[in-house]
């Protein structure tokens, strides 16, 4: 038991660590503003974490989630502002442009046999010149205009004290947890990230459940979408999401999960999310130069795969 | 015999892997030019053993004199160096280099710096006649069959010119005709007073080649044979621990035809169609030479390879070939040759592998965590693999035991026709029986069983009837009567 949560239950000493330091050093951490804030960034960005998370243990990746959200974005704030198209249209329309697009990852995977680096890195260039010609390179967003205050709430407001992005988020993670922990689907991924060749000698359909994990991504990605492009309420075609594939990664890849797919749970995400975005919170409390931002992020993470290996070792 | 030195001393190895003792205070000694027969049943430390004198794994405690002097902790570079080579159970060649790169991997022949790849090639191909193995110096090692790896394998042992050579069930994916060179090569090799620690799950090998025998149960030493007890009774019971005379299954009654192969031509051999059915209630064995088409046909029957033409049927429904989820479907399934690639998912759980292709026959999108666990459980105990928990990971068996995993996996399912390639491969004497019967009481419920095996005695001894393959076509049918080794390997060559 101990042995099998090992990475999960080395991250949480980490977090719990990272948090006492904070809450001493600046007891600002702990208050409520402060908590609000910074689950809302957990819950918008784990989201967009989890999906990418699903296509890791296939043995994938996704490099397309950051331009997918300015993509979506932009084409949520045309059509509710601009169309006046209803949002019953709006928000199911755009889940269904990001289960689209990963299915068509998907396909590119599995059935085409391309890489998963290059089809979502082609996705990554290719999503963010859209979005930037569809709104002519000029930011969309929501301005004053009335009428979406409770859509605007999924990404701005609260519920029983914890912000709904959150609530939203633990929502996805029971979804995904179920799915990826007690499903046959779920260990029809696993077997594929391991070995995709004995798992098609053993009847799994590989090229479907491939293209399903995409699919997942895709959508998650359309929900995190939503949430951020009201939470900025502007959608800077050109800059927004930027480096937000990277954080999904970032998070997987601390949470335990190997690149080369087959290993990593739900737990473990969620605590590799956290972790990253209580460092934001950090670098902002502690009055770290905002710059190092991604320096901090980057040592930690390797910190974390050394601290991996040392165990590792020590385990065999 | 003349007075024998010393080679080799190990006494008290000990090695735990978690809970489980693979080996306790084990001891070995080996004298200058002998052969000697190592057995045991699967899991039995074998492996382990021979993994310690080769310095892939350090023992707990113990220690290994060796020509005399102690040796301090083993490398595999230090154990190359004192003279020790050995044959892994598990292959180990590296897929993009070639034959020859593969054989000098380390130490090749070298002008300056560079590469001197016309020596390195004369050199492999010396090896190579020595085996007769009949591939040039110059081929990928993914361009070869499992068994034509194995050769390799085995040419790269030899080029070391080793003072012990030591061979982890060598013949295991060898049919006959090869295994028998490798037979003839040891006893070469025991003439130039090498000495040579061979593992075999074949009796008939171990009483060929063999001066005596080492066994161990359970991770300890059981005793020894010398020469003159070295007899297959007490050989058998020397491995598990009671005697088993060969069963031969009972002669059992043939239905009507169920899997019906037509006129299959596959990529590697397009001009020889094959046919032939398998009837309810039928064991058909096909055997011939490693590299005859054998595998190639089972491939195509169970959808993973599209034939050139041909058709397949199963109860009269024509198979859509090259769609293995529509032959499953089907209830035809293929237990593959190469068990840790393809076989097995290494890392999974032996509870995962087991359940793997039925998780989804239980209708609902969420396993039963329950009935999951109790079809592992069953298959556990049929098969009497050995383990310390389900959970374990694949990897952590003994070769047999993986092989266990391979075939349980398919009987934990309803099947109309099993095809299985060389499905004792690296099984012991004891759980080959229980196999045996479990392949008996499946052709007894009506199921027709394809059994593709280059372990002659398994053939004669389990099969109906016998299709011997020669370059990719049938050569020739023996019916059970007419059954004989002789016959079989004119057929075969
Ligand atoms: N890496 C490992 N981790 C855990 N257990 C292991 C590991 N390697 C071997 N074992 C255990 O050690 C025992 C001995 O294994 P070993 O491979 O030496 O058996 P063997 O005699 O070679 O069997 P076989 O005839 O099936 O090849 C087995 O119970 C096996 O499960
Ligand atoms: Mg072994």
Redesign the pocket.
């Known amino acids: 038991m101990l042995n099998r949560y090992r990475k999960e239950l080395l991250l949480l000493a980490v977090l719990v660590v990272v948090c006492i330091f904070l809450t001493i050093r600046n007891p600002q951490f702990l208050s409520p503003t402060n908590l609000q804030n910074i689950t809302r960034q957990i819950g918008m960005y784990g989201i967009l974490s989890i999906g990418v998370a699903v296509v890791v243990v296939t043995g994938g990746i996704d490099l397309s989630v950051g331009s997918m959200c300015a993509l979506l974005g932009v084409l949520m704030a045309m059509g509710l502002v601009e169309k006046k198209m209803p949002p019953a249209v709006v928000i199911p329309g755009i889940l269904a442009i990001g289960g689209a697009l990963g299915w068509l990852h998907g396909i590119l995977v599995s059935r085409l046999k391309l890489q998963p680096f290059i089809v979502t890195l082609c996705g990554l260039l290719l999503y963010r010149g859209a979005a930037r010609f569809v709104a002519s390179d000029e930011s969309k967003g929501f301005g004053d205009s009335v009428g979406f205050e409770p859509l605007k709430q999924l990404a701005t407001g609260s519920v029983a004290g914890m912000s709904t992005a959150f609530v939203l988020f633990l929502i996805v993670t029971v979804l995904v947890g179920v799915l990826l922990h007690k499903s046959v689907l779920g260990r029809h991924l696993y077997a594929v990230g391991k070995n995709s060749e004995a798992a098609r000698y053993a009847g799994v359909n590989v090229l479907r459940v491939e293209t399903i994990a995409y699919v997942i991504a895709g959508v998650c990605t359309g929900v995190a979408a939503i949430l951020f492009a009201f939470y900025t309420n502007s959608i800077a075609p050109s800059s927004h999401g930027s480096y937000y594939e990277l954080y999904g990664v970032a998070a997987v890849v601390l949470g335990g999960f190997s690149l080369r797919g087959g290993e990593g749970t739900v737990i473990g995400v969620v605590l590799g999310v956290i972790l990253l975005q209580v460092l934001q919170n950090l670098v902002n409390l502690l009055g770290v130069p905002s710059s190092l931002n991604f320096a901090v992020m980057g040592f930690v993470i390797l910190i974390g795969a050394l601290l991996e290996k040392a165990f590792q070792k020590k385990a065999a | 015999m003349a007075e024998s030195k010393s080679l080799l001393s190990a006494s008290n190895l000990t090695k735990s892997?978690?809970g489980?003792r693979?080996?306790d205070t084990v001891s070995l000694e080996l004298s200058t030019g002998e052969t000697v027969g190592l057995l045991?049943?699967?899991?039995?430390?074998?492996?382990?053993?021979i993994?310690i004198l080769c310095g892939l794994v350090t023992p707990d405690s113990g220690s290994i004199i060796f020509e005399g002097r102690q040796v301090g902790p083993l490398s595999p570079k230090v154990s190359e160096q004192l003279g020790i080579s050995v044959i892994h159970?598990e292959r180990h060649a590296l897929e993009n280099l070639t034959v020859a790169e593969n054989i000098y991997l380390g130490r090749e022949p070298k002008i300056g710096p560079f590469l001197d790849n016309r020596s390195l090639n004369a050199d492999t191909q010396v090896v190579l006649d020595r085996l007769r193995l009949d591939v040039s110096p110059s081929t990928p090692v993914q361009d070869l069959s499992n068994a034509q790896r194995q050769m390799v394998e085995i040419a790269r042992a030899l080029s070391f010119n080793a003072k012990l050579v030591i061979m982890?069930?060598p013949t295991s994916s060898l049919s006959e005709t090869e295994a028998e060179r490798l037979l003839t090569i040891v006893d070469e090799l025991r003439s130039q007073g090498v000495t040579v620690l061979y593992?075999s799950?074949r009796i008939d090998e171990i009483l060929r080649i063999a001066t005596r025998t080492v066994s161990?149960t359970d991770?300890k030493n059981s005793g020894n044979l010398a020469g003159g007890e070295m007899t297959r009774e007490n050989i058998i019971q020397s491995i598990i621990g009671r005697t088993e005379a060969a069963r031969r299954s009972e002669s059992r009654v043939a239905g009507e035809a169920r899997l019906v192969v037509s006129n299959v031509r596959t990529t590697k051999y397009p001009d020889s169609p094959v046919s032939f059915e398998v009837r309810r209630g039928e064991v058909l064995g096909i055997t011939g030479l490693v590299g005859s088409g054998r595998s190639e046909v089972a491939r195509v029957i169970f959808g993973i390879d599209r034939p050139v033409g041909g058709e397949v049927t199963i109860d009269g429904e024509p198979l859509s070939l090259g769609d293995t989820l529509n032959t499953i479907k089907k209830g035809v399934f293929l237990v593959p040759e190469d068990r840790r690639n393809l076989g097995v998912i290494l890392d999974f759980s032996i509870e995962r592998n087991i359940t793997l292709p039925s998780v989804k026959d239980a209708g609902g999108p969420i396993v039963s965590e329950a009935g999951s666990r109790s079809m592992a459980a069953t298959q556990i105990k049929n098969l009497s693999i050995?383990?310390?928990t389900m959970d374990?990971p694949v990897?952590?068996?003994?070769?047999?035991?993986q092989q266990k995993v391979a075939l349980g996996k398919w009987l934990a399912k309803d099947a109309r026709c099993l095809v299985l390639d060389e499905p004792t491969c690296?099984?012991?004497i004891g759980a080959r029986g229980e196999i045996y019967d479990q392949i008996d009481a499946l052709a007894k419920q009506g199921l027709a069983v394809l059994m593709i095996s280059s372990d002659t005695d398994e053939v004669l001894t389990q099969c109906d009837r016998v299709l011997v393959f020669s370059r990719g076509g049938v050569a020739g049918e023996l019916s059970r009567d007419h059954l004989s080794k002789d016959a079989i390997m004119r057929l075969a060559i």
Request: aromatic share 2%; hydrophobic share 30%; proline share 0%.
């Open positions: 892997y978690g489980v693979a080996l045991g049943a699967n899991g039995a430390g074998k492996s382990t053993l993994k159970q982890d069930e593992v799950h161990l991770g050995k383990c310390a374990q990897s952590s068996l003994s070769g047999g035991n690296g099984v012991d």
